[in-house]
């Protein structure tokens, strides 16, 4: 068994001028009540029972884990500098907004680019892991970067320098430090920015080839906490992260992890983990295991970027389809590229319902508006059911924008909101609608 080669591996080896903000005059909506999530069921087996799965078929793992692994097999980085510095090129001053919710200065952005020490990229290059659930931030600083806070729908929580998070003891690939090396520029399999150094250790090659080489399994569970075979805690289990095993009874895996106070030496430990939370493979993808990990997912809040450990629209069905074996990109619109797309901009509301109702296939459909994805599950009632991680619906009282906060993941139909007083209809989903795609598995 493949899983034995790590046994050996550890024997061997034993991330302008200040102006005050004047806000806006603005309507906060309230509703005790949202009609969708009172008259739709919210349990998953409601849609999935009655699916034919055995008409599915399944992505090989082995293509599941070359990406996940993609970082550990780089020499190079594969973006370039101009991407590092996009974050410059779409945030202005004058537009953006600190922390105080007031304009951030011109020396912040200069501050930020000398932090972001272009001049040293690719000057580190190497193969990494993280050691707990970091922060990608799209500037090396903690500090956010808000647009306009008296609009709805921008201000907390929605900070734009949040570009992802990434789960304890994934692989990554550094590139480069900041000026002050308090941060680490690192692309991961699903996207790049800025942790801090404390948050990762270096691997050799030796090291990640034994890793890859070794049995993968995947946690089924949410924040289950890990520990060493000694007690110690090392990080929370999430739905989404693949470790290596080093061996198994009948109630447990034990899995390789790695701890670490230094860059420089990687701390190789064994965890054992029930089998209740880990899968030795890939699910099938069957009813069953749909309602476990949905119901696991659905336990975070909608996170902007991840952040706060929870997740938005996209993390949420990149992790929920990450233990069947289906590999999804990380941000929505990449997200809607994926598989066989048809085109819905254009339609009016009833064509683009009756192309989903003659096209989409519960649980393998996705439905993609602008900054928003969503996975079809079927039909209830004649409408069309989403499930999806939303941050709420959108209101407009006296020209005034505002929001009903839903912040979790639900399943709603396309016209969410429809029913609520002072409902925005020009934010309506299906109405908004670009694409819809179906994944090949």
Known sequence: MRYYIIILTILIFSGCTQKELTPQKKEKIYSSEIYDLVNIPQKVNTFASGVNFTQMSYINQDEYEESYFRPWNMNEPSISKKDVMWPFRSYKLEKSYGENLQLLKKNFFTQMKEESNLEAYASVNKKAITIKYSNIRALPTEKPLLLDPSKAGEGFPFDYLQNSTIQANKPIFVSHYSKSGEWAFIES???FGWIKTNELVFLEKNQTDTWQAAQQIFLTKEEIPLLTEDGKFLFNSKVGTMLALVSESED???VLTVSSSSLEKPLFVKSKIS?????KSSLAFNASNLE????EVSQSNYGWGGMYAQRDCSSMLRDMFAPFGVWLPRN?????????VIQLEGLSNT???ATIKANALPFKTLLYKKGHIMLYVGIYNGEVIVFHDTWGIKTKKNGIEG???IGKPIFSTLRLGEKQEFYDESSEMLRNLKSMNTLNY
Request: charged share 20%; aromatic share 14%; proline share 0%.
């Open 189 to 191: 399999s699903f996207t």
């Open 252 to 254: 447990f895996f034990r």
């Open 275 to 279: 089998k209740s939370i880990a899968s």
């Open 292 to 295: 476990s990990i949905i119901n």
């Open 332 to 340: 929505s619109y990449m997200q809607s590229k994926v598989g066989e």
């Open 351 to 353: 064509q683009k319902t």
């Open 403 to 405: 929001r009903i906060i």
